[in-house]
DNA sequence: GTCTATACCTCGATAGAC
DNA sequence: GTCTATCGAGGTATAGAC
């Protein structure tokens, strides 16, 4: 999927690459630096282009930082829906939290720098830029909500703790995962096996 | 305890009051705007002062932000270590991991904006402010290791699982929960409890 | 499309009056 | 101990040549 071209009906292939490349060195230095201390020269420079030109491909800061949390958030949504959809309706509410954690963690980390940022920055940033970006993330969280309450209803989710705080508590303990997995030590799928079994059963024996 | 005094023996009560009304503020705006988007000029506001005056009790913008990331973890590791060895030594491995886990989230949620701050900027600061935490982060790094080590040894912690990976998993899903908590719905020794639940046993009905 | 040059602003930090 | 005033550096964004 192209990004908006809204003058340009011929963008050349050559543009977009450009443009491209702002957008990734700007959520890698996002990333690591945070939104406000990352000047556009830098961008400008790991992208290989001087300052002034980025404003032919953006025109402000802000527009840059718009589209990277897009495409971070993107990248998940696209990641969980795929895998959960691929089941049948009637599959067990395990199978379908355990292919929304897969496909999370599949999203969070196989698009680095561009999810990585999003969560990051999302508390640092401008409040106009937050504002555009709450629904989408409102409608995630409501997503997981209705397959935890499935979960629920079905008597597969434990009763003694609540669905708002399972959801909160998984999710913001998978994206924590962005801060310390490390690919070199072990392959992607043994290493969400493991996030799996920790967030159904736990870490401890039963007593 | 007080803040190191290094030049003044007698240091008056009005000083060491808007010392920490600076510190305070700063660690609020740190944790909202992240550090390089917060100015001086905004802490001095918020501490009721001019910019200029900041300098009388800090030497630079990044002693103010040491100071801010040590009373962040100090409190953490304070209110850890006060309830694990409150422990008899034969105590159970989980009633162990228990106290260490209520203690991290009472260290975490009750200096809200020192500990927010350490956490949510860490990734962000200087190279220069990072090196100097990164020993005490460490430490306390090797605290929980040592106990969820003992866990294993003791046939308490699942054997499917690595210690190491339940260490990141677990402290990383807990600092978490600073983004998410809520005082006003519910206490904090029943969301302690049911955080502590789903760590130990998980989300979901065994199957 | 990318460049150079630069306008205008705000930053951290300092100097010296009070 | 806090103020006002200001320095030099570096920020986003713009204008116009190529």
Redo the contacts between chains.
């Keep these: 999927m192209p990004t908006k071209m809204q003058e340009r009906p011929t963008q050349s292939a050559a543009d977009t690459a450009t443009r491209e490349r702002i957008l990734l060195e700007a959520s890698r230095l996002f990333?690591?630096?945070?939104?406000?201390?990352t000047t556009l020269r830098e961008v400008a420079d790991a992208a290989g282009i001087k300052a002034g030109s980025i404003y032919y491909h953006f025109e402000s800061k802000e527009q840059i930082l718009g589209e990277v949390l897009d495409k971070g958030i993107q990248a998940v949504i696209v990641a969980v829906r795929e895998r959960v959809e691929a089941l049948p309706k009637s599959a067990t509410?395990?199978a379908k939290?355990a292919a929304a954690i897969e496909g999370h963690l599949w999203g969070l980390l196989h698009h680095g720098d561009f999810t990585s940022a999003n969560i990051?920055?999302y508390?640092?940033i401008p409040l106009t830029a937050k504002n555009r970006h709450r629904k989408v993330r409102r409608e995630y969280a409501d997503y997981w909500d209705a397959l935890l309450d499935e979960?629920m209803s079905r008597?597969?989710?434990?009763r003694?703790?609540?669905a708002t705080?399972?959801r909160?508590?998984?999710i913001?303990?998978l994206?924590?995962?962005v801060?310390?997995y490390n690919p070199q030590k072990g392959s992607f799928d043994n290493?969400a096996k493991?996030?799996t079994?920790?967030?159904?059963?736990?870490?401890?024996?039963?007593?």
Tied chains: 1, 2.
Aim: hydrophobic share 45%.
């Design positions: 990333r690591h630096h945070g939104y406000a201390a509410s395990r939290v990051r920055i508390g640092q979960a008597g597969e989710l434990r003694d703790i609540g705080i399972a909160l508590f998984v913001g303990a994206n924590w995962t801060e310390w290493f493991q996030i079994t920790i967030v159904f059963d736990g870490t401890f024996t039963r007593e």
